[in-house]
């Protein structure tokens, strides 16, 4: 007798991809399990992936493209003729108005990347400059403070950590660390080790934590600064690390010097002793890790929370150690702007590095090149200018592979510098803030946003102020949804084109961040596309051929090369780069056309990741060596390549020492640069500066968005996979249910400046007065198996306005929205 169907995949609802096991029944996912071979997560994850059958299979499933007609109504078109009018209209667009009025937004969710890899190539030729995705929503404050402290991305060795200190962050719930709930568990449970909230709800992991510093909503920057005040005026700062490895401590250490702990902790909200304690604990342990998230980075200053919050763990020496955070490699730098020049225009030293070494790499490979019969290869002594100039464009192509993460953090770079055509919002990691792209459309400006091409996204839920946001895609000239779903975005689209599942193609996360050993997983097909479905590199390849980019024989020429081998591949490949740069930006598709067709046609959709992995090896030699990639040129990328092509359950791509870890600083010196003028200008201005943004009408804070046990991302639409709490109640602290005479299960009326709504009240213990939360995921529209439709809860971003957001990053307020509450019935206790 057979045994089950047993296939290896991963998770794709948060950022830690924990790998699963499916075991099928036809089509349907019957039973999913962690995997333990797995390299990061061990055969651990959480309730919410047992239930991904939701997402896969469904009524909410779309397989034909959608046209929307006059009326309104949508007709279903074949393939050829939903490509062939859009390669018409965007072709229209760019020659009358130019390509850089084509916005592209998206770019996958938590595990959906490779899709926004082949998208560079079609913005690439349409012109297309401007383009955001979530990123946008959350970190780029984050990422510009990274950019000027030390380049690079940081993350924590949580599980050997003395004190875990997690602001506006709430990992039993969003995890976001492998193996999150046993390592919150373990260190519970262990007299010696402590964990420090930071947040104004006494959420699941505030209820276990040492310290549950329970913040006013809106609070946190004063918060995070009376923390750094202590350290810094008692004393407790790591003088020896910072002499070894930091620059600019003077005037960081006199603009906190001047702060008055006892004013900053009324501000907050907090109780200075329990502040000064906390402070200690940090500065007393060992190794200490810190890592923030949307509570902070979705309210008032954030960007300046991000600067204060790092500032915790570089005073106190807590970098580059077990237990400590650290700076790692990426497989793929999540990178939104060219990468190959600093904002000033001027060479970036270390990829001039990598560009070195890719050349000589390269040139290993001159005598495979010769029998591709390249004329421009002809003569190797006119190899390596062409080599170097066709490294150079792979570079520049693929280092922004999945859009935003990295791009403005270089040193020197000009994050923030660049600003968006009509608003001037600040530009940071290339990604156009959020709460602007509406304002880029509604407008007579010349240079306004005519399409938008938006990729496995919903932004006509996700984004604040949804009714602006069908406004603006009302006043478009042209809009291109690729989605799985008929999604509330889409039913706005000109076009919808169906796209195949997460588990019906390669697929693959850019969210690589571990240490010392980073892995990467590419997510195999567990079943067929659902017929009538493509996948997006297939998808943007009949477009660009449509727009005939590269010339014919340029591709018969790489597509020989790439049956000869993998090394005549790669000289063949860089030297056509080499012989016309303009080529590189569109390196994604190059490599499915012809690199592709040698790839099993399951996997085909993946070959974007050989230049990847080339690159991932020319920037790590040593680490990805020391995974047991090995050999001269092009060897060690192409074992890697073909390393992830063949796992199932993922590859690890760089194997470090903690020794190591300085080498990810992204500086000439090795050292951080923390005196940050324009922060610490806020700083100094604090105690003065507004800390309430609530009014007489509007006087409760709302956190919309809240993560719990039965939300997720919104690729879940059936409301059936909540188990409990189905319609996502409102959660409202006891003392505001007296005041406002509701009760537990009674409706309520929310309003907020925006728009108002009807919600189930619970009252709960985890709320601070004043502070009232709705759940994340929901106001979802499904279609049910008679075809009628079904939704759940309120949809929030009904309720928020673009308006609310950080005055440096243009990141919304998505968890402080001033509202009221009004009373409507009485009701039952929720089940």
């Not at 239930?51 to 779309?62: A, E, F, K, M, S």
């Not at 276990?208 to 609070?219: M, N, R, T």
Request: aromatic residues 8%.
């Amino acid at each position: 007798m057979a045994g089950p169907d047993l296939k290896s995949t991963s998770c794709v609802l948060c950022e830690c991809n924990c790998g699963i096991t499916v075991e099928l029944d036809g089509r349907r996912f019957a039973k999913i399990r962690g995997d333990k071979a797995h390299p990061a997560s061990q055969g651990y994850t959480c309730e919410k992936a047992m239930r991904l059958d939701l997402y896969q299979n469904g009524p909410h499933r779309i397989s034909t493209p959608l046209k929307r007609m006059a009326d309104g109504s949508y007709a279903e078109i074949d393939w050829d003729t939903a490509l062939d009018e859009i390669t018409a209209k965007l072709t229209a667009i760019k020659n009358r108005y130019g390509g850089d009025t084509i916005f592209f937004y998206g770019g996958g969710g938590q595990g959906n990347h490779l899709g926004s890899a082949n998208a560079l190539a079609l913005r690439a030729a349409l012109g297309s400059t401007y383009h955001s995705n979530a990123l946008a929503q959350e970190k780029t404050g984050e990422m510009w403070v990274d950019g000027r402290l030390y380049g690079g991305h940081t993350k924590g060795d949580f599980e050997h950590a003395e004190v875990l200190v997690f602001v506006g962050k709430n990992p039993w719930q969003s995890h976001s660390f492998p193996r999150a709930r046993p390592v919150l568990k373990q260190v519970a449970a262990d007299p010696n080790r402590s964990i420090i909230v930071v947040d104004p709800r006494r959420s699941e992991t505030a209820a276990i934590a040492d310290f549950h510093l329970q913040v006013a909503p809106g609070g946190d920057a004063w918060l995070m600064a009376a923390l750094v005040a202590v350290i810094v005026q008692e004393d407790l700062v790591d003088a020896d690390f910072v002499a070894a490895h930091v620059t600019g401590y003077q005037p960081v250490r006199a603009a906190f010097t001047a702060l008055d702990v006892a004013v900053l902790a009324d501000k907050a909200g907090v109780g200075e002793e329990q502040i000064r304690a906390a402070a200690r604990r940090i500065a007393s342990a060992s190794s200490v890790c810190v890592y923030e998230d949307l509570g902070i980075q979705q309210a008032p200053n954030s960007t300046l929370v991000s600067y204060l919050n790092k500032l915790v763990w570089i005073l106190t020496g807590n970098f580059g150690r077990p237990g400590t955070m650290f700076l790692h490699s990426s497989f793929a730098a999540l990178a939104g702007g060219p990468p190959s020049s600093t904002g000033q225009g001027k060479p970036s030293t270390r990829l001039d590095r990598i560009t070195k070494k890719a050349t000589a790499k390269a040139v290993s490979t001159a005598g495979a090149a010769l029998a591709t019969g390249l004329p421009a290869l002809a003569r190797v002594g006119r190899l390596r200018p062409l080599l170097e100039t066709g490294a150079g464009a792979l570079l520049d192509a693929m280092v922004p592979v999945a859009g935003g993460m990295l791009a403005a953090t270089a040193p020197g770079s000009g994050g923030g510098a660049r600003t968006s055509p009509v608003t001037g919002a600040k530009i940071i990691g290339g990604l156009i803030p959020c709460n602007s792209v509406a304002d880029e459309v509604l407008t007579d400006h010349p240079d306004r946003f005519r399409a938008m091409w938006i990729d496995s996204s919903n932004p006509a839920h996700s984004l604040a102020d949804s009714k602006r946001f069908r406004a603006a895609m009302a006043a478009l000239e042209l809009s291109v949804v690729i989605d799985v779903a008929f999604t509330e975005t889409a039913r706005l689209a000109d076009y919808v084109l169906p796209a195949s599942s997460q588990f019906e193609k390669p697929e693959a996360t850019f969210f690589n961040f571990e240490f010392p050993r980073n892995v990467f997983h590419l997510r195999k097909p567990v079943v067929d596309p659902l017929p009538g479905t493509l996948d997006e590199p297939q998808i943007y390849a009949r477009l660009l051929r449509r727009l005939h980019v590269v010339d014919d024989v340029v591709l018969d020429r790489l597509r020989r090369a790439a049956h000869a081998g993998r090394d005549t591949f790669g000289a063949a490949f860089f030297g056509a780069l080499a012989a016309k740069p303009r080529l590189g930006k569109l390196a994604p598709y190059l490599l499915y056309e012809t690199l592709g067709e040698t790839l099993p046609p399951s996997v085909r959709g993946a070959a974007a990741l050989w230049g990847v992995s080339q690159l991932c090896a020319v920037s790590n030699p040593k680490a990805v060596a020391r995974a047991g990639f090995t050999g001269r040129g092009l060897a060690p990328g192409n074992k890697l390549f073909d390393a992830i092509i063949g796992s199932p359950s993922g590859v690890v791509f760089t194997d470090d020492a903690w020794d190591d870890v300085w080498h990810y600083v992204k500086r000439a010196d090795r050292r951080f640069t923390i005196a940050i003028d324009t922060l610490l200008d806020r700083v100094r201005e604090l105690e003065t500066a507004r800390s309430v943004w609530t009014t007489e009408e509007f006087p409760l804070v709302l956190a919309a968005g809240e993560r719990r046990s039965f939300t997720a991302n919104t690729i879940f639409r059936n409301p059936d996979w909540r188990r409990r709490d189905r319609h996502g109640s409102l959660r409202v602290s006891a003392e505001d249910a007296e005041r406002l005479q509701l009760t537990d299960g009674g409706q309520a009326r929310l309003v907020t400046q925006n728009g108002s709504a009807t919600v189930t009240v619970e009252i709960s213990d985890m709320m601070r007065a004043g502070n009232i939360a709705l759940p994340n995921g929901l106001g979802l529209d499904c279609p049910t198996g008679d075809g009628s439709m079904t939704s759940a809860g309120v949809s929030p971003n009904e309720l928020t306005g673009v308006g609310l957001k950080d005055d440096f990053a243009g990141t919304p307020w998505h968890k402080h929205v001033p509202a009221r509450l009004e009373a409507l019935t009485a009701g039952n206790p929720p089940r």
